[in-house]
Structure formats: C-alpha cells, structure tokens
C-alpha cells in the first residue's frame, strides 16, 4: 500500500450513513445476510493520431448497491439517488428479489466464514494520481509520441492514447465489517503503422496496463517508468524489419515467449480455466466451462514440472490486486498449479462454501481466496479472475541464455490476436514479432505467424523458465465475463519461458483454408 490517501471528496459522500440505513432495513426484513457497497469510479481516455488529439472522455460512475440472502437464496438491487429514503427502497427491493428467487432456489445460499474487519482502508500503490494530472499535460505527452514516431520515413501513421482509472469503493455488511478502499490503474501506448512489400502492418508498444500512476510515464521512484523513449526509438525501425520479412514456414518449432506475449496466453489458457464457477459448470453461456474439470483437481497434469502458477490479489502494481474484495474477503495469495499438477482454483464466498477442502488443510472449515468483484455500483459481484502467474526459477536463465538452447526456433514478444475454445483447451495465438533462432542466435524476423496447441500439450512442452530478471508483469482492463456482461482489469506475471516442439501456422495460408 502507498502512503497516498484516499480522496477526500469521496470520503465526503454519505456513504457510511447510507449504508448503516440499508443494512438496518435488510435486517428489520429477516434477510441472515447483507451487503453494501458504495462505489464511485472515474475513468479518463485521450487519444492521439498523427500528431493530432483526437479524443478525450471522462466520465464517472456513482451508486450504491445492497446484495442479501434471504430464504437461502439471493437478492440484489442498486440505486443512484444519494438518500436514506433510496437506501431504505434498495435495500427492501433486494429482499423481496430474494423472496421470489427462493421459490427457484433449490440449494440454499451458504457463505464461507471469514474475520470481521472494522472500519480499514486500503490504498493501491502509486505515486502520481493520474486524474489530478492536467489533460492538457497527459494529452501533450501522447501527441508528441506521436510525432517523433512520423519523423521515420517508415511510419505512414501513429496513434497514442492513455487510459486512467479511479476506483473509490466503500463495503458493509451486517457482520460488522467495514472497508474503504482506492485503486489507480494506468495504460499508455502507442502504434507505428506502415506498408511494404508484404502488404500493411503495425508494431505497438509492449508496456503493459498497470496498477500505477502517471509515474509510470514521466518517472517517479526508480523503476517507476517505463523507458518510453527508448522504445519509441526502436519501434520504427523493428516495424521496417517487419515489413520486410518473410513469411513463415509451417512447421513445428521451439519457442522462447517473452512475457509480453506469454501474459495473454495464461490468461485465456490458466487464468480463466482456473475459475470455479466455470470448472463447476456455470457460465456456460458466456465463453463456456472447462476443462480443468473439480474431479480432476490434484490429479490433472496441467504442465511440466517447471510450471508453477499462483492466483494472487495482493501482488503490487497488479491490475486485480485490492486489500478487500467486494465480499469482504482480505486478499491473499495461493497455488493453482504446483510442479505441473492442478492443485487450486478461483473461488468467491459462496464457492468455498461448497468446497471447503480448497481452503486447505490448515483452515479445514473453507475460505474464499477474495475473489469476489463488481465492475460498477450496479453489477452484482460475481467470481472474477485474480492475478494468475507463472512464477519464475529463483536461479534461471537469462533470455538470452534460454534463446541459446535453440537450434530452430522463434522468439515471440508482444501480444496480438487469439483464439480459444469454450472450454479453453483448444487454442492458438499471434503476437507483435516473431525473430527467427539459428543455432542459438536471433537471425532476423518472420511474418505471418501463430502457434497452436491444447492447453496440456502446451504447457506439458515447457521446458525452462527464466530467472527473476526476466519476469515481468502483463495485463489488460478488458476481461469480459457474465450476462449482463461485466468488464474486469487483470495482470499476469511471467519469465522469459522456452517450449519444445510446439506447431506454428502460417496465417496467410490458413486464411485461405
């Protein structure tokens, strides 16, 4: 947590009373549980093209929510209006929800048992607040990458933009626990556009989203920035590369994944294999189940023995690190795959319930590992994805060393396209660049390429992963899931990581299938 303080115009906000008020009214209505959840989130976009702003929202989202149980079943309702007389209405009409639901609920709602917490506060940790920023500032920077990035001759187009988001969130319930929380996420980033002799193409930045401030632009504390600079001078001349590359040949090719790539591919493959809601069979309608099946859970052979993956909230600079999820659970961290082995999953208050033996053995009677989350004031929280990571070997490799193993390969850095079955096995994906490896050296890049596999065959070829030096944060502020569909942001960590033997596509041939 920063020393940074949780906005005082908020802390203004009847937010406390109007809690006390709908939780009593929850009460006096018999419901044996209830929450509140007040929310104010405020969310900027700037773009840039061509040394020209053209773009620049903000805009804020304000409301407070009252989810119970009653009956043993579910009830929930939102509201706008910033009185006692609206938090008395919200909270009976969640009631009464529940009283028609629970004709239609044939397994009661428990909830997973988890320490009160009274009147704590949690700041995301950043320097800067990117909102207090002047737009004018924040739109200068992305106009003048923009520029220099047209001073090539190879760049016909270039685009900026920076997304900033403050997440201010009050919870209560009627167990006592009492929690205010702020976060800040940032994602910056820019595009070179150009054509060549294969047709037209762009290299973006591979900076990821991150759970900073708008110290992760200018600088701050070391370690704080990235080296945008650096990157907007390298960038032209990887896309004239590009450009001229050859296509690939098809085939099947060992693979060193830098983490600006790996991230997506954990995302889709582990992070969201992992949840429980999908294992169990919910969310079947939206982007389907699972493979990494509950029965399966300390048997299936996810990877090799060098995958180890955890599922953490508390991870700093992380997109889905809180010190609170929105059931009041405190964040914690824990293991999904342990020396290659499913042993762990995504889990919110009323799943641990269900399977309490996930909690382990030292807290037999079940706990939620926080993964409860609500997109805006009027969402329903659901299980949403935590900061899912392949952990790195404490004494590995370098890339460079790992790109030295290889006779025949390509080494992959940054993300693009995907694609991935419902029940995330059956998979393939593109990134940024593909540099060819000839006996252990980068000999120039290839164009048109993608790497398929089933998620078991993929991470079963894992054969190494890099030490901490190379291990590096991924992420997006777009992860969808349920109906009505909600949006969540998220980070992967990951090392430089090698694959044995995985199939490579040729995109232009296969679109011609």
């Known amino acids: 947590m920063s020393g940074t303080r949780v906005d005082p115009s908020f802390l203004a ?8 008020v709908a939780l009593a009214r929850a009460g006096e209505l018999g419901a044996t549980h209830a929450d509140f959840r007040f929310e104010r989130v405020r969310y900027q976009h700037l773009a840039a093209r061509d040394g020209v702003l053209q773009a620049a929202d903000d805009t804020q989202d304000i409301g407070f929510a009252v989810r119970v149980v009653h009956h043993g079943a579910w009830g929930f309702a939102s509201g706008v209006v910033l009185t006692p007389q609206e938090a008395r209405s ?12 629970a004709t239609m609920t044939s397994t009661p709602v428990e909830l997973a048992p988890e320490p009160t917490y009274d009147d704590v506060t949690w700041v995301s940790d950043y320097e800067i607040d990117p909102l207090e920023v002047p737009t004018a500032e924040k739109a200068a920077v992305i106009v003048d990458w923009t520029r220099r990035l047209r001073e090539h001759p190879g760049v016909e187009h ?14 209560a319930d009627l167990h006592g626990t009492r929690t205010t929380q702020q976060r800040v996420r940032m994602q910056p980033g820019f595009e070179a556009m150009g054509t060549g002799a294969g047709g037209f193409d762009s290299m973006a930045s591979i900076a990821a989203a991150v759970g900073r401030g708008w110290e992760y632009v200018v600088g701050g504390s070391p370690g704080a920035a990235w080296d945008w600079d650096a990157e907007i001078a390298e960038v032209p001349g990887l ?3 590009k450009l001229a590359a050859p296509s690939v040949e098809a085939g099947r090719y060992d693979l060193v994944i830098h983490p600006s790539n790996l991230w997506l591919t954990i995302h889709e493959s582990i992070g969201h294999a992992t949840e429980l809601d999908r294992a169990l069979g919910y969310e079947a309608n939206y982007a389907g189940t699972s493979f990494a099946t509950y029965d399966q859970l300390g048997s299936l052979r996810y990877g090799s023995s060098v995958m180890n993956v955890t599922g953490d909230r508390t991870t700093a600079h992380g997109l889905a690190s809180v010190g609170y999820d929105d059931e009041g659970v405190q964040a914690q961290s824990w293991d999904i795959v342990s020396d290659g082995v499913l042993v762990g999953y995504q889990l919110d208050r009323s799943m641990a319930a269900m399977k309490p033996e996930l909690a382990g053995p030292d807290r037999p009677s079940g706990r939620s590992n926080g993964c409860a989350y609500a997109d805006s004031p009027g969402h329903v929280p659901i299980q949403r994805m935590a900061n899912v990571s392949l952990q790195p070997d404490p004494d590995g490799p ?22 991935i079955d419902m029940q995330r096995f059956n998979f ?22 993608a790497y398929q596999a089933t998620t078991t065959d993929f991470w079963g070829s894992l054969e190494a992963v890099g030490g901490p ?4 944060l991924g992420g997006a502020f777009n992860c969808g899931k349920a109906q009505p569909g909600q949006v969540a942001s998220v980070s992967h960590g990951c090392p430089t990581s090698l694959f044995r033997d995985v199939r490579i596509l040729n995109t232009t041939e296969e679109a011609g299938h």
């Open 13 to 20: 906000l009847p937010h406390r009373h109007l809690g006390e």
């Open 90 to 101: 919200v909270a009976a009409r969640a009631v009464a929800v529940a009283e028609v639901a």
């Open 158 to 171: 270039a685009s900026g933009f920076v997304l900033a988001v403050r997440e201010n969130k009050y919870y």
């Open 239 to 241: 896309l004239a590369e």
């Open 398 to 419: 370098s890339t460079e060393d790992l790109v030295s193993r290889v006779e025949r390969g390509l080494y992959v850095v940054g993300d693009r396209s995907w694609s």
């Open 428 to 449: 393939q994906f593109t990134g940024q660049r593909f540099h060819r490896i000839v006996d252990g050296e980068l000999a120039g890049q290839v164009r048109d390429v």
């Open 469 to 472: 030096q190379t291990w590096m």
